[in-house]
């Protein structure tokens, strides 16, 4: 089944009832159909709608003939083109490409359980749980995130057409991540939440966001009555309390002191809540606010405790997030997606609370190349004081060389701070050998910052690399 409407009829039902301030115009054919939406000239076919967006690098209006030439029906622009075909012209064609895509799709959201989750870290593991809880109570759901598809919050076109596609195959829940460039981009415009979930905030982005402030800012558009009417956040976090402060939509927090008897071990997590004992197969002390965030969200939906203790107690672990790799050794592996200071910080501490006394966390970790460069230092300090061995390896270091992000980081290990031994191997292969080959019976090795990435990014090569499987291959060798 393919969607399809006029271009007439689309304009109506975005501008029927115009804000005040919004200007557009229309040229061409109104009577074209449209039976597609999209920012990629390479998706183009007959009948789509193809949106110009102008980006930091590229424009999307230099692309436009390029779509009108694979079969584009029509155009919206910020700005008149001299194509012979139809064009609508508007002040913000990130904004109305996802209200287009939600009239193309007869707004899917309105049809579906929709759960947005925000915050710095834990996202993935809470989205996952949620969906585990839904399907419980046998609610056909759908997640969306990192572990999905190539962005963790798709173009605003993408998801409306996934949103689409999930409830034509039967779905009734959709429960996503939902990023904070995933709000400063539009990308959730023409999307109706039931709820939305924050988690918490510590620095990331802030290339792109600049400013700890406008980088809340983002987080926080979230939670207001054009998307969503309900939120779910945790007001242990001190951005959680300001979201309270500042919201003007129902709200429901959550903390740590909702639940008592807690108890976390590398490969789950327990604790009392409501009455009833929850048992999670995530490790971890972090990741009980990530259930306790999932249950709270699905009680103010309406879930009984009984399917919400049942769905996390079916919940498998989430690939790459404080994920113990299964070998035959005297010592623990643990891959975590952990890439900032503050997801590291989480996963030394939460180790440290489990393993035996004398026994030691043996960290690998690096830093993605051409991305926030500012918090490279502080990962080295929190690596350093939170572990008894680091070795400091490459991540994808894409555009840049290895080194020069090794160095980086380990500027940011002061001696008087420095409590592991600090080394450099930036074939990262060979540091996770390394590590292993110093571990002894008891210790744990954590492998930081890839997490269910199954590639490495090198300068233009995307070569195969997968944490969990070398470690595999590699406990065979040493053995």
Known sequence: MVASQTLGALISSVYGHQLPGVQHSAFGDLSAMIRDVTNDSKKVSHGSLFCCLIGSQTDGHDFAQEAVDAGAAALLVQRKLPLNVAQVVVDDARRAMGEFAAALYEHPSRNLRVVGITGTNGKTSTAHLLGAIFRQQGVKTR?????????????????????????????????????????????????????AVFLNLSPEHLDFHKTQEQYFAAKASLFHSEFTNLGIINRDDVYGRLLLDATNIETVSFGLDDVSEIEVS???????????????????????????????????????????????????????????????????????????PDALNRVLDATREVIAQGSRIILVFGCGGDR???????????????SDCVIVTSDNPRSEDPLDIAQQIIAGVGDLERKAVVSVELDRRTAIELAMMTARRGDVVIIAGKGHETTQTIGDRIVPFNDVLVVQELIGELS
């Open 143 to 195: 997640v969306l995130g990192t572990l999905s598809g190539a962005r963790t919050t798709p173009e605003s076109c993408d998801l409306q057409k996934e949103m689409w596609q999930a409830h034509m195959d039967g779905a009734q829940a959709v429960v996503m991540e939902v990023t904070s460039h995933a709000m400063s981009l539009h990308r959730v415009v023409g999307t109706e939440f039931d709820a």
């Open 266 to 340: 590398v490969s789950h997590h327990a604790f009392l809540w409501r009455g009833q004992k929850v048992r999670v197969n995530l490790g971890g002390k972090f990741n009980v606010l990530n259930s306790l965030a999932a249950a709270t969200a699905a009680a103010s939906l309406g879930v009984g405790v009984a399917d919400i203790v049942s769905g996390l107690a079916v919940a498998t672990s989430v690939a790459g997030r404080f994920e113990s790799v299964a070998i035959d050794a005297p010592f623990d592996v643990i891959v975590d997606y952990a890439h900032t």
């Open 372 to 386: 926030d460069k500012m918090k490279r230092p502080m990962m080295g300090m929190v690596a350093a004081q939170g």
